[in-house]
C-alpha cells in the first residue's frame, strides 16, 4: 500500500533562519506532489505541485522554493524565513498521467516562525 | 482548474442528514468532483468522488445533476465526530493541481 512521510511535525525557527522540510511517498511510482500551506482557519493555499522529477509549477512567487531530487521526494525549502511563513504545511500525492486517483496527504508540520 | 463556490459554515444536529452543495459552473468535460474533509491540525482526506449521477460510499452520497454545474455531497446521520470543513474540488487529476477553495465548515450540535 501507498504511505506518505513528511516531518518534521513541528518547528519553531528565527526569523532569517533556513527551512527544509521533507516529504517521501511509498509504494507508488511518478506520482504528483503537492505542497499547501494552510494559515490558521483557513483554506489550503497550493503552493508547488510536481509532475515529475525537476518539473516543478510554483503557484505562489514567495521566498519559498521547492525541489524534487528523486521521483518519490518532495522537499520544500527557504534561504530566509518570514513571520508570515507561519503556518501548517502538508504534503501531498495524487496518481500520475491518465489517471483520477484521490489525493493522500501527509500529517503536516506546524510551522512557527518567531 | 474549475472555481467552486460553497457555503462558508453550516450548522446541524446529530442524526439529521446534512447536504452540502457545491457550484462549479465552468467544469470541464474531463473533469471529475471530489469531495474531502479535513479535521483541525490534520491533512484532508478524502470522501468521495464522481463525474455524473450518483454514487454512493459507505461515507456518504454524492449527487450530480445532468448539467453537473454543481454536486451535492450528503452524509446521512451525522454525528459530533463530523464537524469538520468539508472542499469540494473539480479537476481531472492527470498532471494538473490540486486547487481548495475555502471549504465548508460543518458544526454538528448535540
Known amino acids: 500500500s501507498q504511505t506518505i512521510h513528511q516531518w518534521p511535525a513541528t518547528l519553531v525557527q528565527p526569523v532569517g533562519s533556513p527551512l527544509s522540510l521533507e516529504c517521501t511517498v511509498e509504494g507508488t511510482s511518478n506520482p504528483n506532489l503537492y505542497w499547501y500551506r494552510q494559515a490558521a482557519g483557513r483554506g489550503l493555499q497550493l503552493l508547488f505541485y510536481?509532475?515529475?522529477?525537476?518539473?516543478i509549477s510554483s503557484e505562489v512567487p514567495q521566498n519559498l522554493s521547492a525541489s524534487r531530487p528523486q521521483d518519490r521526494q518532495f522537499i520544500l525549502s527557504s534561504k530566509k524565513l518570514l513571520l508570515s511563513d507561519s503556518g501548517f504545511y502538508l504534503c501531498a500525492w495524487s496518481g500520475g498521467r491518465g489517471t483520477n486517483t484521490e489525493a493522500f496527504f501527509g500529517q503536516g508540520t506546524r510551522l512557527t516562525v518567531v | 482548474l474549475a472555481k467552486t463556490t460553497q457555503p462558508i459554515s453550516m450548522d446541524s444536529y446529530e442524526g439529521q442528514e446534512v447536504n452540502i452543495t457545491c457550484s462549479h459552473n465552468?467544469?470541464?468535460?474531463?473533469?471529475?468532483i471530489t469531495w474531502y474533509q479535513q479535521f483541525p491540525s490534520q491533512g484532508p482526506r478524502f470522501i468521495i468522488q464522481g463525474y455524473k449521477t450518483k454514487v454512493t460510499n459507505e461515507v456518504a452520497s454524492l449527487f450530480i445533476p445532468a448539467d453537473r454545474k454543481s454536486s451535492t455531497l450528503s452524509l446521512p446521520r451525522v454525528s459530533l465526530s463530523d464537524t469538520a470543513v468539508y472542499y469540494c474540488?473539480?479537476?481531472?487529476?492527470?498532471?494538473?493541481?490540486?486547487?481548495f477553495g475555502g471549504g465548508t465548515r460543518l458544526m454538528v450540535k448535540p
Open positions: 510536481s509532475i515529475g522529477i525537476d518539473q
Open positions: 474540488l473539480v479537476g481531472y487529476n492527470a498532471g494538473n493541481m490540486l486547487t
Open positions: 465552468n467544469i470541464a468535460t474531463n473533469d471529475y
